[in-house]
């Protein structure tokens, strides 16, 4: 009896199960990570992304041609302010304070650290879909495919006009046009990109000869990232459809009512497989600059973030 008692009482408790705080000073880091990011080089490549998924009969060429005809420079920035700034501005808090909620509960339900990583980045994702970024990348699209009328000498409705102009005519649903499509981007996108980055890590790991418990390298961190983003565009397709309808490219052999199952059906009857993933190269580009700025500049702007609030960073960059 009293070695029972005391193997039982030598037995260490499983470690108790915290919710992860949400701190004014993570949602501060993260707002501001993305809104370098977006403001920088982020935007520019999201244009050639958006214009080269609406205009897929265009070789590289034509994109770029069409941008700058639209402004020069300033092209490449159309649709950042205010639409960009308001995403990036509020992702990440939507995406912190739901995630955060999600895995607690998958954790809770017995699920491994891994699979809770997962479950609340998907969900997460999901919430981002239709808190904000459905009507941000509706927006931001509009921008950047509408037909300018200044080519013929009239007046170019501002952002706010064109703003209105929709919410008038269609409600709510015009704009958020193509959030279902938005929303399955973001869950596909967090589920593959958390697990291929996890992979990726532990690939580099071994080549390395670095066992789990040393940290990795800013170099090897982001080759890990961006090999994980970078996989992830397998769901690029979904992008395009997620273009195709909030576009406002004229043609009249578009789908009058657009669903995710018409658009998918229209692009691939017009330009095949190949249509469907139109863009992915900016893409990629675009996942590999969101990581050199979340991890080359994170400590950086963590060490920034904590002298100006006086708390503890705690997110993970």
């Keep these: 009896m009293s070695t029972a008692a005391g193997s039982t009482a030598g037995v260490q408790a499983p470690p108790k199960l915290?919710?992860?705080?949400?701190?004014?000073?993570?949602?501060?880091?993260?707002?501001?990570?993305?809104?370098?990011?977006?403001?920088?080089l982020g935007q520019p490549l999201e244009v050639v992304k958006t214009t080269m998924a609406a205009n897929r009969s265009d070789g590289f060429a034509g994109p770029m041609s069409r941008i700058w005809s639209r402004g020069g420079a300033l092209g490449f920035y159309q649709g950042l302010i205010p639409w960009a700034w308001i995403e990036a501005s509020t992702k990440g808090a939507v995406l912190l304070f739901v995630a955060s909620e999600a895995e607690y509960y998958a954790r809770s339900f017995g699920a491994s650290p891994f699979i809770g990583g997962i479950s609340g980045g998907m969900v997460g994702g999901l919430a981002q879909a239709y808190a904000t970024m459905g009507f941000c990348t509706?927006?931001?699209?509009?921008?950047?495919?509408?037909?300018?009328?200044?080519a013929k000498g009239q007046k170019v409705p501002g952002t706010m006009e064109t703003f209105m102009g929709i919410y008038r005519a269609e409600g709510i649903r015009g704009i958020n046009k193509g959030v279902n499509a938005v929303a399955v981007r973001q869950v596909t996108n967090w589920g593959s990109r958390f697990g291929l980055s996890r992979v990726a890590e532990t690939a580099i790991r071994r080549v390395g000869g670095k066992s789990d418990a040393e940290k990795l390298g800013v170099g090897e961190k982001i080759m890990a990232s961006a090999l994980g983003g970078g996989l992830s565009a397998w769901n690029q397709p979904i992008e395009v459809v997620r273009v195709e309808m909030q576009s406002k490219k004229e043609d009249?052999?578009?789908?009058?009512?657009?669903?995710?199952?018409?658009?998918?059906?229209?692009?691939?009857?017009?330009?095949?497989?190949?249509?469907?993933?139109?863009?992915?190269?900016?893409?990629?580009?675009?996942g590999v600059w969101q990581t050199i700025c979340m991890v080359a500049l994170g400590d950086y702007a963590k060490e920034a973030v904590e002298k100006l609030t006086g708390e503890a960073v705690t997110a993970k960059h």
Excluded at 28 to 40: D, I, K, R, S
Excluded at 138 to 150: D, P
């Design 18 to 40: 915290e919710k992860k705080p949400v701190k004014f000073s993570n949602l501060l880091l993260g707002a501001g990570l993305n809104m370098f990011e977006v403001t920088t």
């Design 138 to 150: 509706c927006m931001k699209t509009v921008e950047i495919t509408k037909h300018k009328a200044a």
């Design 252 to 286: 009249p052999n578009r789908p009058k009512k657009m669903t995710v199952g018409k658009a998918f059906g229209y692009i691939y009857s017009q330009n095949g497989m190949k249509g469907l993933y139109r863009g992915v190269t900016p893409r990629i580009c675009l």
